[in-house]
């Protein structure tokens, strides 16, 4: 495709102008060479009993509403066909677990001690006073909350201990999610700017394999998310979660 447009269009007159390496930044100058994302390679299996499933926000199986809020779509955001978000934005927030909910029927190859990563749009901390913060439950067990901050990059240095102990508002960010490898890479990215995404992250037990229900509720209005990966394999790193 360089080539073409160096050659080809225009017959020739832009010659050289696509030269600029355009693969694999991770910084904002420009990389030495072109390097391709890390992916991982195809583990042969299929359906949702592999390590690593990849669930679009909007491929949900069903969903429930509020008085109040709902889940919709959201076209043309993020990196596939679009999102799901609460409508309207100014609903109020729901920090009991009975808020709007997403649910996804999937079928866990093992009981035990599971990871959940949510792909979430950037946001900053839009209300400090009562955070920002998403929950997800399994059937019917106890919801967790989850601090939606997680990667949020304090680019101005807002939340340093001395403005945290002066504020009536501020709380400090949570620890990052930095133990899931979903930009390609095991080196920690700021996956905000490269990848227009915020990666959260959170354990849970599935009693007994099988099928098994896992519901995002929404908690706070302003979060937008775009998928969910179950069990990402860190053994094997991959790129939001595809193979």
Same mark, same amino acid.
């Given at each position: 495709?360089t ?8 017959g020739?007159k ?5 030269l600029?390496?355009?693969i694999?930044?991770?910084m904002?100058?420009m ?13 042969g ?9 990849a669930i679009?926000?909007?491929d949900?199986t ?7 809020a709902?889940w ?6 993020g ?10 934005v100014?609903?109020?927030s729901?920090?009991?677990g ?12 093992q009981?035990?001690?599971?990871k959940?990563a949510l792909?979430?749009?950037?946001t900053?901390?839009?209300?400090p ?14 919801? +967790?909350t989850?601090?939606a901050? +997680? ?6 240095n807002e939340?340093?201990?001395?403005n945290?102990a002066?504020s ?6 949570p620890?990052?999610?930095s ?5 390609g ?6 996956s905000?700017?490269f990848d227009?995404l915020?990666?959260?992250s ?5 009693p007994?394999?099988?099928?098994h ?11 937008v998310?775009?998928k ?8 094997h790193?991959?790129?939001h979660?595809k193979e």
């Amino acid at each position: 495709m360089t080539d073409k447009y160096n050659k080809v269009i225009a017959g020739g007159k832009w010659d050289g102008m696509m030269l600029d390496k355009h693969i694999g930044y991770r910084m904002w100058s420009m990389p030495n060479e072109n390097t391709l994302p890390q992916v991982a390679k195809p583990s042969g299996k299929t359906g949702t009993t592999v390590s690593e499933t990849a669930i679009m926000a909007h491929d949900y199986t069903r969903r429930t509403a509020t008085d109040d809020a709902r889940w919709v779509f959201l076209p043309g955001l993020g990196r596939g066909k679009g999102n799901m978000g609460i409508e309207p934005v100014t609903a109020k927030s729901r920090p009991l677990g009975d808020g709007a909910t997403l649910e996804y029927d999937i079928n866990f190859s093992q009981s035990g001690k599971q990871k959940l990563a949510l792909g979430i749009l950037p946001t900053n901390d839009v209300n400090p006073a009562r955070g920002l913060r998403i929950g997800v439950r399994v059937d019917d067990g106890e919801m +967790q909350t989850i601090d939606a901050r +997680q990667g949020y990059v304090d680019t101005f240095n807002e939340y340093t201990n001395e403005n945290i102990a002066r504020s009536k508002v501020l709380k400090p960010l949570p620890r990052p999610a930095s133990d899931i490898y979903l930009s390609g890479s095991r080196q920690r990215m700021r996956s905000e700017i490269f990848d227009n995404l915020r990666w959260l992250s959170i354990d849970f037990d599935i009693p007994t394999a099988g099928n098994h229900t896992v519901k995002v509720v929404m908690i706070d209005p302003e979060i937008v998310v775009e998928k969910l990966v179950v069990n990402p394999d860190n053994e094997h790193p991959s790129y939001h979660g595809k193979e």
